[in-house]
Nanobody
Framework: QVQPVESGGGLVQAGGSLRLSCAAS????????AGWFRQAPGKEREFVAT????????DYDDSVKGRFTISSDSAKSTVLLQMNNLEPEDTAVYYCAVGNFGRTNRDYKHWGQGTQVTVSL
C-alpha cells in the first residue's frame, strides 16, 4: 500500500559520492524491509542492498560492500543509500522497493520508478 519514491540520482565523477533517498509516499515503511536494486543497459536488474523492517539487519552485494551504506530514520519514513567511491560500473537506474527481507526481485512487492546514476571516467 506504500509507494516508494526515489530521488538523489545524478552525474558524478569516478571516486565521488551520491546519496539516494527513498521516501514513503503517504505513510511510512513500518513493517516492511526495503531494498535497493539497479539495472544497467543490456543487463538484468541486480540486487544492491537491503535493510530489515527493524532497521537492525542489513545485507549488501559483494560489488558494493565497503562503499555503499543503507540506512533508515527512526520513523522509517525514509530509506537512504549512501554511495561512496563510485565507479563507472555503478552507472545504472537505481530502484527502491519494499516488501520482505531478501536479495531477489520476487521478495519485494512495491517498487519505485527509479533514479538515474551516471558515473563518468
Amino acid at each position: 500500500q506504500v509507494q516508494p519514491v526515489e530521488s538523489g540520482g545524478g552525474l558524478v565523477q569516478a571516486g565521488g559520492s551520491l546519496r539516494l533517498s527513498c521516501a514513503a509516499s503517504g505513510g511510512t515503511f513500518s513493517g516492511y524491509a526495503a531494498g535497493w536494486f539497479r539495472q544497467a543497459p543490456g543487463k538484468e536488474r541486480e540486487f544492491v542492498a537491503t535493510i530489515s523492517s527493524s532497521g537492525i539487519t542489513t545485507d549488501y552485494d559483494d560489488s558494493v560492500k565497503g562503499r555503499f551504506t543503507i540506512s533508515s530514520d527512526s520513523a522509517k519514513s525514509t530509506v537512504l543509500l549512501q554511495m561512496n567511491n563510485l565507479e563507472p560500473e555503478d552507472t545504472a537506474v537505481y530502484y527502491c522497493a519494499v516488501g520482505n527481507f531478501g536479495r531477489t526481485n520476487r521478495d519485494y512487492k512495491h517498487w519505485g520508478q527509479g533514479t538515474q546514476v551516471t558515473v563518468s571516467l
